[in-house]
């Protein structure tokens, strides 16, 4: 396999594997995808391992005693210790869930169940005063639910705020940080402007006044080595579709006793430890929180995912995005009236790069990019907040990953100019 000026693997090769984007558009025009960001396109090796189980295991994962059950749940099973194994935990300590976005609402979920009646879980509940820290750059699904929790508890509802460069304000952090905050909640990589949090540094002054640490990977599983012991996490979520795996599969990651200590969010059969007319009991996690059939092709896709990711090895997918980011920033420093909104240097940033074009709306350059076949999203990108900050109505947002290439990037500089000379 050839290599990269990054040293590892050919963007070219790689692509092979991917059959959507070897389409083209309606005008006939070759597709530039670059908006991974958003949702990341699938190898034909996910898309084999899914259609491989409904072709030879379709059966209901722990249900039945029949030979197509068991296989279902051994694939199952088999994907989760794998899944888990990609972030550095155990499979008792991930459960499987629809998506990211649903993995916090269990968790704030959890703590927000004043009337689940086991002790063991009082630290995990709010109360008024207690308060929960977020930062300004998250993503909705990272925030509103904190929101929504703070107003059902009366607990208050803080955030650490961003630098005109797009960095977390790390002297507020401290001042911020206190004996009441019950958890703090951020994004390991900003979906709108790239930005790599200090991570470690944040959970360890978190957990030094007793706080607990839920960090929202979608942006960065996908894309670096991710180890959540080495993050000092207490909960982790991410999505497989963010990562080349199925729509309608994520993960929350969350230590053994929390786990533990946590009520069920959503009931029904396969969770069930023992059930009368009066009352149930709930399985151990992770099955507590997994009621239904559980989603085993999506799983299986999911693991295929990782075993793909691996093949390619997690620093070689980062030096590879790395090398794009540089470039891109360098050819868009060569536009004057494009302003980039967040980090301008490949230091402590992703592959996702948010800018402004002056004299054009957002949603102007991303129909003209559209016309030339490339790719990018327009809007707020689901963090508004960020857009206030700046004071910007939206941006145009190009998100590269492990099929991009430099032709990618020259493409969406030249799609920039046209845009520049049909609207400014």
Same mark, same amino acid.
């Given at each position: ?42 190898? /034909? ?78 630290h995990l509940r709010l109360a008024p005063g207690d ?121 929350l990651w969350g230590r053994r006793e929390l786990l ?150 020259t493409a969406l500089s030249d799609g920039i100019r046209?845009? /520049?000379?049909?609207?400014?």
């Amino acid at each position: 396999m050839g290599t990269t000026p990054s040293g590892g693997f050919d963007p070219e090769t790689v692509k092979k594997d991917f059959p959507l984007l070897q389409r083209r558009t309606r005008d006939d025009q070759p597709l530039v995808y670059l908006d991974s960001a958003a949702t990341a396109q699938k190898p /034909l090796q996910v898309l084999d391992a899914e259609r491989d189980f409904y072709l030879t295991r379709n059966g209901a994962a722990h249900r039945g005693a029949h030979q197509l059950a068991e296989a279902a749940t051994e694939t199952y099973e088999s994907a989760r210790e794998t899944v888990a194994g990609f972030i550095g935990g155990a499979p008792d300590e991930l459960v499987f869930t629809k998506n990211a976005t649903e993995a916090v609402n269990l968790v704030a979920y959890a703590m927000g169940n004043t009337a689940y009646a086991g002790s063991e879980s009082a630290h995990l509940r709010l109360a008024p005063g207690d308060e929960i820290l977020v930062t300004e750059m998250e993503h909705h699904a990272n925030l509103v639910p904190w929101q929504q929790l703070s107003q059902r508890t009366g607990a208050t509802l803080r955030w650490i705020p961003l630098t005109a460069d797009g960095r977390l304000d790390d002297t507020a952090v401290d001042r911020l940080l206190n004996k009441r905050t019950r958890l703090v909640a951020l994004t390991h990589q900003s979906n709108v402007l790239g930005t790599v949090n200090p991570v470690a540094s944040i959970a360890a002054r978190a957990h030094a006044v007793g706080a607990l640490v839920l960090v929202d990977a979608a942006q960065s599983v996908a894309h670096q080595r991710v180890d959540v012991t080495a993050l000092g996490a207490d909960f982790l979520v991410f999505s497989a579709h963010k990562m080349l795996g199925p729509l309608g599969i994520g993960a929350l990651w969350g230590r053994r006793e929390l786990l533990d200590a946590m009520p069920p969010f959503l009931t029904g059969g396969s969770m069930i430890e023992h059930v009368t007319m009066e009352r149930t009991t709930f399985l151990p996690p992770p099955q507590r929180f997994e009621p239904g059939v559980p989603p085993a092709p999506q799983a299986a896709g999911f693991a295929a995912a990782v075993h793909y990711l691996r093949a390619l090895g997690m620093d070689a997918v980062q030096a590879h995005e790395e090398h794009l980011t540089r470039t891109a920033l360098d050819q868009l420093a060569q536009i004057p009236e494009v302003t980039v909104i967040g980090p301008t240097t490949t230091e402590d940033r992703g592959a996702t790069v948010s800018f402004t074009l002056d004299g054009v709306h957002p949603h102007d350059v991303g129909d003209v990019l559209d016309d030339l076949g490339i790719a990018v999203r327009t809007g707020h990108h689901c963090a508004r907040p960020i857009c206030d900050r700046y004071n910007i109505p939206a941006t145009t947002r190009a998100s590269f990953y492990l099929y991009n290439t430099e032709d990618d990037i020259t493409a969406l500089s030249d799609g920039i100019r046209a845009a /520049l000379h049909r609207y400014a």
